[in-house]
């Protein structure tokens, strides 16, 4: 995604001094994100010196070393991306997903343009070591997963998701291609649904050029509801699809949960980011229980992939996560359902810091890396 403002017709001079501002934003990010790293993982009793009393909610404990990330990013007077303007609070997300990423290793990342709904869309294909070797041609054939990223349908992009990304490739041995949607409020509703679409069926399409025999499709938060809207209609469409890793999904836009209640402040996803994120995806007079905005009011097709979803304690979207998870359970689909007790919504994007969130990633693509074998 471009940044906002930048003149392609710049001069040399420009262009440089722009280039060599990018790449000390970068290091500088680098060296915070090691800090950060550094710190999670002290001794627990510096750690909760850190981090503060124990934080008990709903007869769970908040994870310490993401209470300890909480802290920090309070000291840090780090805002709520929602109080900000849309194009600084993308900026401030990218900022901080790379602080928490790390430099993931991969095989190969190989950029790509795919077809969306109205012109081509930027997309990436993360290529495992294992794959990426003469170990395994690209002609055998292997799983790839088709990610949409979150970012509540106005943030997020293919660097955001890069390390989560990276890590899905590596640690399930299979390839990943992120599609880079149209998002709102420049493009609201049906916009990035459509783009979803269109991309996973050129994927479909294209598959063996791909080096994939099987597709599942995923995403996380935002890109979790996408990739439940693709799998519903590739279902319904006899559109083979192998899988379905639902992180944290948006499932329900119309009736609050409990959980929206009870952790809308303080745990990263507030209410005022989710109120923001609805009025700017949603056009005015659109049903918010139209299927493809809330999945939990969709019909369960014959044939929709088996499922794993990802829930975490403290995070709002976790009732209508598991809500969706029952219901496919109930409609005869194959549902692993799994909540992180401890951890907050977006736990997935913390790769590269600390130890229990890099690790519960690990676990999540361990099962998809079984489910797909």
């Given at each position: 995604m471009a940044s906002p403002g930048f003149q392609p017709s710049a001069g040399p001079g420009t262009t440089d001094r722009l280039r060599r501002k990018a790449a000390a934003g970068r290091a500088r990010q680098r060296v915070e994100g090691?800090?950060?790293?550094?710190?999670?993982?002290?001794?627990?009793?510096?750690?909760?010196?850190?981090?503060?009393?124990p934080t008990r909610l709903d007869g769970v404990t908040l994870d310490l070393e993401t209470q300890a990330m909480l802290r920090v990013k309070e000291l840090a007077r780090e805002p709520d991306v929602a109080t900000l303007p849309i194009p600084r609070g993308r900026r401030a997300l990218l900022r901080q997903t790379r602080l928490s990423g790390g430099r993931q290793p991969i095989g190969d990342v190989v950029p790509l343009q795919v077809p969306g709904a109205v012109g081509d869309l930027d997309a990436r294909l993360y290529v495992p070591r294992s794959q990426a070797s003469s170990r395994r041609s690209s002609t055998t054939g292997g799983p790839l997963l088709f990610f949409a990223h979150g970012g509540g349908m106005i943030y997020g992009d293919l660097d955001t998701h890069d390390a989560l990304c990276r890590v899905l490739a590596e640690r399930a041995d299979l390839r990943v291609l992120a599609v880079?949607?149209?998002?709102?409020p420049e493009h609201p509703f049906p916009a990035p649904v459509d783009d979803c679409w269109a991309a996973f069926s050129w994927v479909a399409e294209n598959a063996s050029r791909l080096g994939a025999s099987t597709i599942a499709v995923g995403g996380d938060s935002a890109g979790g509801a996408l990739a439940a809207v693709v799998a519903l209609r590739a279902a319904s469409a006899g559109v083979p699809v192998a899988h379905q890793l639902l992180l944290y999904p948006v499932t329900d836009m119309a009736e609050p949960t409990e959980s929206r209640r009870l952790f809308g402040e303080g745990f990263f996803l507030t209410?005022?980011?989710?109120?923001?994120?609805?009025t700017s995806y949603l056009p005015p007079g659109q049903d918010p229980r139209d299927p493809r905005v809330s999945v939990a009011y969709a019909d369960v097709p014959a044939g929709l992939a088996p499922a794993l979803v990802v829930t975490a304690g403290f995070d709002p979207l976790r009732d209508e996560g598991e809500g969706y998870a029952a219901r496919l359970a109930a409609a005869g689909v194959p549902v692993s359902q799994v909540r992180y007790p401890g951890f907050i919504h977006?736990?997935?994007?913390v790769v590269g810091a600390g130890r229990s969130q890099p690790a519960a990633v690990a676990e999540i693509a361990a099962r998809l890396r079984s489910a797909l074998s």
């Open positions: 090691r800090v950060l790293d550094r710190v999670l993982r002290m001794p627990e009793p510096m750690l909760r010196r850190l981090a503060g009393p880079d949607y149209r998002l709102a209410t005022e980011f989710m109120r923001l994120a609805e977006g736990f997935a994007n």
